[in-house]
């Protein structure tokens, strides 16, 4: 079976990707016991051979088990386990909790202050960059284009304190928007939320850009439970039908 044509359940089904099923293996894996904390995982050359994936993809999924806490990478010896389920996910240098308590904040009142401030400069700047990003299919590229959205909108606010404030934590949000793009498919919908953020700077409207937002940061908050939810259940990985049970290693053709 050809996991990586497996789809997700909903109103919109989407492919899960190799790296998807992969670290479903071995996030099932290590919640089951199979791989107890203090436990090296096998090396990469093994897990690629096993489950026949290149090592890219496999590197991308042990890089989304060290965000979320399960394993830590030791130069030159490994990858350990650390833990059997997901407490808070690490972007950089910050917890997503942490982040987000920061995000809503600062971004939620940002954008109020934007609807009131914003030039017609910032309008276009923020125009074609949604429009770009709304074509865009490689989430690298997409990623860094999202993390530019957001201090455009802190730019239209005319602080330059808020500018900075994104900036300091302008690593995190790329690596928590490729994080949640690539484990739930978040690009198409971020672009919708973020198309209601840009449509109330538009209007000029202070409470339609503070509820568009906050809305676009409830849904982020949404998806990041809902991922660490998933590891809780004690069958992390039924939820994503197509995913590998734990203890197995079936083919995973890209």
Request: hydrophobic content about 40%.
């Amino acid at each position: 079976m050809n996991l990586s044509d497996s789809q997700t359940g909903g109103v919109a089904p989407r492919r899960v990707s190799a790296m998807e099923a992969v670290l479903g293996h071995l996030r099932g894996a290590i919640e089951s016991g199979t791989y107890a904390i203090g436990d090296k995982l096998p090396s990469e050359a093994e897990l690629c051979r096993t489950l026949e994936v290149s090592r890219p993809v496999l590197r991308e999924a042990l890089r989304a088990l060290q965000t979320m806490g399960l394993t830590v990478s030791r130069t030159g010896k490994g990858t350990f386990v650390v833990a059997t389920a997901v407490e808070d996910p690490t972007f950089g240098d910050y917890a997503a909790s942490d982040l987000l308590e920061v995000r809503r904040h600062v971004e939620i009142p940002v954008a109020g202050y934007a609807a009131l401030r914003r030039t017609p400069e910032n309008l276009d700047h923020l125009a074609h960059l949604l429009e770009r990003m709304e074509r865009e299919t490689d989430t690298t590229a997409w990623v860094a284009m999202d993390t530019l959205f957001h201090l455009a909108v802190a730019e239209s606010a005319q602080n330059p304190v808020f500018r900075r404030v994104i900036e300091e934590i302008r690593d995190a949000l790329a690596r928590q928007s490729a994080f949640l793009t690539e484990l739930a498919g978040r690009r198409e919908q971020s672009n919708r939320e973020h198309r209601a953020i840009l449509e109330a700077l538009i209007d000029g409207s202070e409470s339609d850009a503070v509820d568009a937002m906050s809305h676009h940061l409830d849904r982020v908050e949404t998806t990041l439970t809902d991922i660490v939810r998933n590891t809780r259940t004690g069958h992390p990985t039924e939820s994503r039908p197509g995913a590998i049970p734990a203890g197995r290693s079936p083919s995973l053709h890209q």
